[in-house]
């Protein structure tokens, strides 16, 4: 019997210029790439219903990152290597050939969910759009035997004529670890071994997701989605963690030797993050713009889930910055302000516009104010979120109608403070003092917000405000 995909049923709370599938469920981003002239973005999908299920691999390219037009289902899960689900893994090009390395999802048949093994898979497209499992698939059958069955996310990549693959996975006792194979071919591969683990579940977590390891400035990166680490009174407080470790891989011992975690947003909603490096070398990272065993309020419309901007990773300082890519302008429609702004009771800054970019500037030595708030308000329901900065505590806090469930962006010292914020029919994500913290949300309003600022003294603000194109990707498939 043939599925048909959902369908949606409302647009309510569908994104402009985030990109989302045309209806269905959606997470983590995969396969991040550039081939034949084309970005390429997938996503684990379930075209079925707006809630998790067997996972597929949609699909999107874009030649600019910022545009995206929504290509035919990549993978479907089903054959005895996947029969599950097609789980997260990467892209890479050989031979004029874009090649995708995922991760089989297949259950024993007991009903358990907790029971299933995994293991990686290989499907190749000379043209970018349709995909050939390998007919020898698997091509990592079973995870190493002192490994749990959590053997997932293949990240691949090239270095000194071979290729890499790094996998999420967690040993025996429990703790989560990387793996490392490699290969001549993407098709046979050698195990090389663990090159690095978790010190424990509450620093760093019993199972890490979504490996992605590369090179920046200098340093090797991880970048990956432990899952388990003990929340702090600022940090760590979802449900899992994304974040990156800095340090060395040495292919010849093998091992990465690395520093402590630090996590990569400060919002409710971000998780999964991939990297690729662009055609002019930059390392560009998506995350998915939510989190597990949130509330989705547009599953009864039918859909679930969107990916972040793209942002351009620095590495400078001894920390990870990240920036909306220079291509993010192009979204700019009209200029809505530019001027200097004193503020101190409530100054509006707009409304009625649920795709707006805000720029704020201000030297925090030229006032005596305590703190500052960015507001976002339901004109009708009067539903807010609130962004506030402290001044002494340099810190910002991002507060939803629930009060209680708050998050925390601290900032180094800086005189200067820039925050952009980039809103979206039902997301944000702020970038504060270029990139150095980020915050990434979901909001839910029946109205385009009023967005205003207030502070406790009068306070100088430097103020560019630009409406965004409403629409920027395409969801029309064409076969």
Not at 161 to 166: L, R
Request: net charge negative; glycine share 6%; proline share 5%.
């Amino acid at each position: 019997m043939t599925q048909n995909p959902i369908q949606l049923t409302n647009s309510r709370y569908r994104l402009g210029y985030h990109l989302m599938a045309p209806a269905g469920w959606i997470n983590d981003p995969n396969g991040f790439c550039y081939f034949k002239g084309y970005y390429h973005i997938f996503y684990q999908y379930h075209p079925y219903s707006a809630e998790w299920g067997p996972m597929h691999w949609g699909h999107a390219r874009s030649k600019d990152l910022i545009h995206w037009q929504t290509l035919p289902t990549a993978l479907i899960p089903g054959d005895s290597e996947d029969k599950d689900g097609c789980f997260s893994g990467s892209a890479i090009v050989k031979d004029d050939t874009l090649y995708l390395i995922y991760t089989g999802n297949n259950y024993y048949d007991d009903g358990d969910p907790d029971h299933y093994w995994q293991n990686q898979n290989l499907a190749y497209s000379q043209d970018g759009i349709h995909f050939t499992k390998y007919d020898k698939n698997p091509i990592i059958a079973t995870p190493p035997t002192d490994n749990t069955q959590n053997f997932r996310d293949p990240k691949v990549w090239e270095h000194d004529g071979h290729y890499y693959v790094a996998l999420g996975s967690q040993d025996q006792a429990k703790l989560g670890r990387l793996l490392l194979y490699k290969s001549d071919n993407l098709k046979q591969w050698q195990y090389l071994g663990p090159i690095a683990h978790s010190q424990s579940v509450e620093q760093e977590g019993y199972m890490w997701e979504c490996p992605d390891l590369f090179h920046l400035n200098g340093q090797d990166i991880l970048v990956t989605s432990p899952q388990g680490i003990a929340a702090q009174e600022h940090q760590y407080l979802n449900l899992h963690q994304t974040g990156y470790f800095v340090g060395e891989l040495d292919y010849q011992a093998p091992k990465f030797k690395r520093g402590d975690f630090h996590e990569l947003d400060q919002g409710h909603d971000f998780y999964a993050a991939q990297t690729m490096l662009t055609p002019d070398g930059r390392r560009v990272l998506i995350g998915w713009l939510n989190m597990w065993e949130s509330e989705m309020p547009e599953q009864v419309d039918g859909w679930a889930g969107a990916l972040t901007l793209p942002r351009e990773l620095i590495y400078q300082n001894n920390h990870l910055y990240q920036m909306p890519v220079a291509e993010t302008k192009s979204l700019r429609q009209q200029k809505l302000r530019d001027e200097q702004l004193m503020v101190q009771s409530e100054t509006e800054l707009v409304n009625n516009q649920s795709q707006v970019e805000i720029n704020l500037q201000l030297d925090s030595t030229k006032t005596t104010a305590q703190h500052f708030v960015v507001q976002f308000t339901d004109p009708q329901t009067h539903a807010n979120v609130q962004l506030e900065y402290d001044f002494a505590q340099q810190l910002f806090t991002l507060k939803r109608s629930d009060r209680s469930d708050a998050r925390f962006a601290q900032l180094r010292p800086n005189e200067k403070l820039q925050v952009q914020i980039f809103v979206d029919t039902s997301s944000l994500e702020i970038f504060l003092n270029q990139g150095e913290s980020t915050i990434t949300e979901r909001y839910y309003f029946d109205h385009a917000p009023q967005i205003s600022l207030t502070s406790d003294q009068a306070l100088a603000f430097n103020c560019q405000i630009y409406q965004l194109e409403k629409q920027s990707n395409n969801y029309q498939i064409n076969e």
